[in-house]
């Protein structure tokens, strides 16, 4: 069966450090990979997606960038953490178009 | 459009109660619609999800209701109990390979 891990689970970094997210799946091969982040009491906002190694799509600009080094590892970064940039980050792995995307557990970053 | 409006954004039934949550969507070019839940602090879950040549799909106490020409689907739950108390996002892919998520509903469910 598929897992997905995503670590760590919670962060508390100040305004203008950098930041590592990482999250990698287990038990599939060649996976679509997305990084979400949702807000306090909102919904889903897609951040980065990913349909192989070193292909990286951004659907909205900021100062967060994703990489995806190996075929089942995906990273979300950043150089200088901004205090909107706090929320709950979801890893999710799909096996491509107009299929079920599974979600991780979640990281949640707060940015003082 | 690629938006997907979700309502209502709360929602508070009693046990045993049918809640229900609706969504419309504007893009025809929308293929495949999934419902998840989401408990506090935990990722979202697949919850039941239906393509737009059925109108209706059902999956123990969960129902999704479909309706194309309308452009509109909405998740019903039957004898809803307090551990159905979670956020449910509707959701739907566009036309490549991303989601597009409603919004959320908040469901707490009282004994």
């Known amino acids: 069966s598929q897992t997905i891990h995503q670590w760590p689970a919670t962060l508390v970094q100040p305004v203008g450090s950098p930041l590592s997210l990482e999250c990698t799946v287990e038990?599939?091969?060649?996976?679509?990979l997305y990084w979400y982040r949702q807000a306090a009491g909102r919904g889903l906002q897609l951040l980065f997606y990913?349909?192989?190694?070193?292909?990286i799509s951004s659907e909205v600009p900021q100062n967060l960038s994703a990489s995806r080094p190996q075929d089942r590892q995906f990273i979300l970064s950043s150089k200088k953490l901004l205090l909107s940039d706090s929320g709950f980050y979801l890893c999710?792995?799909?096996?491509?178009?107009?299929?079920?995307?599974?979600f991780g557990p979640g990281t949640r970053l707060l940015v003082l | 459009q690629q938006q997907v409006k979700q309502s209502p954004q709360s929602l508070i039934v009693q046990k045993g109660g049918i809640s229900i949550i609706n969504c419309a969507y504007e893009n025809t070019a929308f293929d495949y619609f999934p419902w998840y839940q989401q408990f506090p602090g935990k990722g979202p879950a697949l919850l039941i999800a239906i393509r737009p040549d059925v109108s209706e799909k059902k999956e123990g106490r969960f129902t999704i209701s479909f309706n194309k020409s309308a452009k509109q689907f909405s998740l019903h739950i039957m004898d809803s109990q307090p551990g159905d108390s979670a956020t449910y996002f509707c959701?739907?892919?566009?036309?490549?390979?991303?989601?597009?998520f409603g919004t959320g509903t908040r469901l707490q469910v009282f004994p």
């Open positions: 990913s349909v192989g190694i070193g292909q």
């Open positions: 038990g599939t091969s060649n996976p679509n």
């Open positions: 999710a792995w799909g096996r491509g178009v107009l299929e079920t995307q599974y």
């Open positions: 959701a739907a892919w566009r036309n490549t390979d991303k989601l597009i």
